[in-house]
């Protein structure tokens, strides 16, 4: 028994420390890039861009389900994008609330015939509608679904566009983001295929006419807790991985594509569980394939609001929905790990998402109960065990408050003080028990994939309400 | 066997472990530290910019008349900066006028002297700061120094000077890229070139045309495309050269700018465009067809409604419709086609267009069709399908067999 246990703690503890040793790297790399970019875009003046000529058009897919509390705010924000020339999709996906009367009542919405060629596989569309308050607005009313990822697809059917910027109907999208987010693109149109987007929490903000006026912190600590998270994932974790072109997601609430790519690859998967990586998978499978040279790039700037979880019995959900996803989208990829033709994506980024993230809750989970059972035996040395515990308290909390640093040094965006205080101290009360409860939700979703449960189960909202609309 | 957390233990916590925990303490605080002192840092700085803004605004007028003497901030980097960058703001949005006023401001205090020495001497991110800011100004002086710039090594600094050049929009500007691209090739995506280009070639496109000759492989294809887009009527039969070259940008160059040339070899020119093997060069032709807005273009026009790509055909609808007149005969000739997704690519762009009742108006008017014409061409119009069993009754009833040409 002893033997094992103690192959155990070797392997908690080489894990633990190479993780956060992956983790500390990706942050060096991260201030670094943003820095970068900072002064990349100190080249680039924005408004020189509008009166560009020849900037490729975009249309912006806002799949819609059941959001009749914000639709109206939403679609208004996106029609006030700033961007040369833009097209909006909404997908009305079978809501059966009044989310399609909303959108008829406020852009006085006319059933046409837009150009609809079904070339990626969606459920029946029941009409299609341009609006007579603003020629950019086209609606398809389309029977449901049953996934965001099917209503995408009949948006990419209807897209005329070369790019495609799926948003979320209910998150807001900073009045520059569609300028900033093409900017890798109009740097090397040949080889950029999709860029991804910051995404961050909306919760506790203020919006007016559906924009935002005022970003503040959320109030609730199961809210600001996922601010460090959001930060965590995208101004470290996805700009070092882009960095190396390895980006393995483009967060589902914002992210471009070059949209012939996307339909060559069949659009979005309609039963996946995570549409947003299966398909970055799907790309990169599929340009890897081909030998072609591109790249997947994220950019830190264009800024996308969304609403998070509020309740723990939701957020559990959406981690569940979210494990399940990376497991269906891993098994199915087994084949690209270690093989010479898939690359980098073979050899690093698939192989860190089966270990850090797939693994994780597993590993975490055998570790606590192998110490707690040493610790019954008599073999735990409790004096290194409580110095290893105050260590990985430590580390952590450095690579959490690197996240805030990297906010504070590029973007700025919580200008309160007391935001940054309460912020900061966050980063050293999120270790419990709010990571024990996510490895358990974790836990939770692999257990729900693994007997066949697949279902999507529906997250509380309150939509644009979880933030001050004014 | 013992546990690996003895084994640690035994080789002295002092010696890993203790130093580690220090050692990811005084990150945690150094990092705290750093975030805070920053912020408040930042807090002073601000502060103190804006009061300082604020008293150069009140005086803004004589500052840049020259009554307060330039000494008296020009010595001050904290004001000068200041100065600078509200001159360059005002520049974005000012008039000729204002321009002119400014620009004459701007070398008087010998600031634009300043930039064109840094973006000569100064080396990496500094050197770009001042490139960005001589674009700014617009001013001729500063092109001879972008353009020197244009050899840098480091690829931001070639598109920072780029873009500058591309703002000053002046043939001399021009030139001096189409040197630089002549002498080194393609050494900046083809974006920012084609976007500094069109800026610059837009008072005299023909300085375009020996590089569209001589340039080869994707250099030769940007060339065409920004021609397409700053052609002129003068430069008509220049463009209409390249409707047969091997190359489909230039193809698709010489569709965009064939509305400029003379109509006769135009129509000639894009009816030979409009059946080229590549979409975009179809899809060109048909959109240059929509804006020479000639019946002539009708039996093309037609030909592109009943194009393989969704694209043509709506452009085609767009061009049909945006006509304007004839209407009745003009649907009635679409409908000939019997082409499904022509007919639907013409009722979408009728419905867009919100003409859907101008051609029901038409219709009831028009003389040139017969009233059993009509009840079946308002039926088709009713409900934007051709029914399989309604294909005889077109067939009999209009005796069209294809577009008529």
């Known amino acids: ?470 | 066997m013992r546990s690996i957390f003895e084994k640690l233990w035994k080789l002295g916590p002092a010696a890993v472990v203790f130093k580690a925990i220090v050692a990811a303490i005084v990150a945690d605080a150094l990092l705290l530290a750093f975030i805070f002192l920053r912020r408040a840092y930042r807090k002073w700085y601000f502060r103190k910019r804006d009061a300082r803004v604020f008293e150069l605004r009140q005086s803004w007028e004589a500052l840049i008349s020259g009554e307060i003497p330039y000494e008296n901030w020009r010595k001050k980097s904290f004001d000068r900066r200041i100065v600078e960058s509200i001159a360059l703001d005002e520049f974005e949005a000012a008039g000729p006028e204002q321009c002119a006023r400014l620009l004459k401001f701007l070398r008087a205090s010998g600031l634009i002297e300043k930039r064109i020495f840094e973006a000569r001497q100064l080396r990496g991110w500094r050197r770009m700061r001042a490139l960005v800011a001589l674009g700014r100004t617009r001013a001729p002086e500063g092109i001879p120094a972008l353009a020197e710039a244009l050899r840098d090594r480091n690829l931001e600094i070639r598109l920072a000077a780029l873009r500058g050049l591309g703002r000053a929009a002046s043939p001399q500007a021009a030139e001096e890229i189409l040197a630089w691209v002549s002498e080194r090739g393609m050494t900046v995506p083809a974006l920012p070139l084609q976007g500094a280009l069109i800026q610059c070639c837009a008072e005299r496109p023909r300085l375009l045309l020996p590089l569209v000759q001589h340039a080869e492989g994707p250099l030769r294809e940007v060339m065409g495309r920004v021609l397409g887009e700053v052609a002129s009527p003068a430069l008509g039969p220049d463009l209409l050269q390249f409707v047969g070259d091997e190359r489909e940008e230039l193809r698709a160059a010489a569709a965009r700018a064939a509305p400029q040339a003379d109509p006769k070899l135009a129509f000639d020119a894009l009816g030979v465009l409009a059946e080229d093997t590549v979409w975009f060069v179809r899809l060109r032709a048909v959109i240059s067809l929509g804006k020479l807005a000639d019946l002539r273009g009708v039996p093309i026009l037609l030909k592109g409604l009943m194009d393989s790509n969704r694209l043509v055909r709506l452009r085609a609808a767009e061009a049909l419709i945006a006509l304007n007149t004839g209407m009745a005969p003009i649907f009635k000739q679409v409908v000939e086609t019997k082409d499904r997704y022509g007919l639907h690519a013409y009722v979408t762009a009728l419905e867009n267009a919100a003409l859907k009742g101008k051609l029901e108006a038409d219709l009831q008017a028009s003389t040139e069709v017969t009233s059993e014409e009509k009840r079946l061409l308002q039926e088709v119009l009713l409900t934007g399908t051709l029914p399989q069993e309604d294909l005889n009754q077109v067939e009999r009833v209009l005796g069209g067999a294809g577009p008529q040409t």
Not at chain 1, 217 to 231: D, R, T
Not at chain 1, 329 to 338: A, G, H, Q, S, T
Not at chain 1, 453 to 466: F, N, T, V
């Open chain 1, 1 to 470: 028994m002893i033997p094992v246990l103690d192959f155990s703690n070797h392997l908690l503890f080489w894990y633990y420390l190479a993780s956060n040793l992956a983790y500390l790297a990706m942050l060096i790399i991260a201030l670094k890039t943003s820095a970068l970019h900072q002064r990349r875009l100190q080249s680039r003046r924005l408004n020189w861009l509008k009166e560009a000529p020849l900037v490729p058009p975009i249309t912006i897919i806002a799949p819609a389900h059941n959001e009749e509390a914000s639709i109206r705010v939403s679609i208004r924000s996106l029609l006030e994008l700033d961007y040369p020339e833009v097209e909006v999709i909404v997908v009305n996906d079978g809501s059966t609330d009044r989310t399609f009367e909303e959108l008829r009542e406020e852009f006085r919405l006319r059933s046409v015939r837009a150009v609809y060629v079904a070339e990626v596989k969606s459920a029946p569309v029941r009409g299609l509608y341009r609006s007579e308050a603003d020629s950019k607005l086209i609606v398809i009313d389309k029977e449901p679904g049953g996934s965001k990822a099917d209503a995408i697809n009949a948006g990419l059917n209807a897209a005329t566009s070369p790019y495609v910027c799926v948003v979320d109907a209910d998150s807001v999208l900073e009045h520059d983001a569609l300028m900033r987010i093409m900017v890798p693109v109009l740097d090397d149109p040949q080889r950029v295929v999709a860029v991804g987007g910051i995404v961050r929490v909306l919760n506790g903000s203020e919006i007016e006419r559906g924009q935002l006026r005022r970003v503040r912190l959320p109030q609730k600590s199961i809210e600001a807790i996922q601010v460090i998270e959001y930060l965590r994932a995208f101004l470290i974790g996805r700009e070092a991985w882009a960095q190396g072109n390895m980006l393995m997601i483009i967060a589902g609430a914002f992210g471009l594509f070059r949209t012939d790519l996307v339909r060559a690859v069949g659009g979005y998967r309609s039963r996946s569980i995570g549409e947003d990586l299966d398909l970055v998978a799907r790309l990169h499978r599929h340009l890897r394939e081909k030998g072609a040279d591109y790249h997947i790039r994220f950019v830190p700037d264009p800024m996308c609001w969304t609403e998070v979880p509020s309740d723990l019995k939701s957020l559990g959900r959406q981690r569940a929905r979210w494990q399940k996803g990376l497991l269906d989208v891993l098994w199915p990829n087994r084949d690209m790990l270690f093989r010479p033709r898939y690359g980098r994506i073979g050899w690093f980024a698939l192989p860190y998402l089966w270990l850090f993230e797939l693994f994780a809750p597993v590993v975490e989970i055998a570790g606590i109960a192998t110490i707690i059972l040493a610790a019954c035996l008599g073999v735990l040395s409790r004096e290194f065990f409580l110095q290893f515990l105050i260590f990985g308290y430590a580390f952590a909390t450095v690579i959490s408050i690197g996240s805030v640093l990297q906010e504070e040094v590029t973007y700025k965006r919580y200008n309160d003080w007391k935001d940054v205080v309460r912020l900061v101290s966050y980063c050293f009360f999120e270790h419990f028990p709010y990571r024990q409860l996510h490895m358990v939700w974790r836990l939770q979703g692999l257990w729900q994939y693994l007997r066949g449960d697949y279902e999507w189960k529906a997250l509380k909202r309150k939509g644009l309400a979880s933030a001050k609309v004014q």
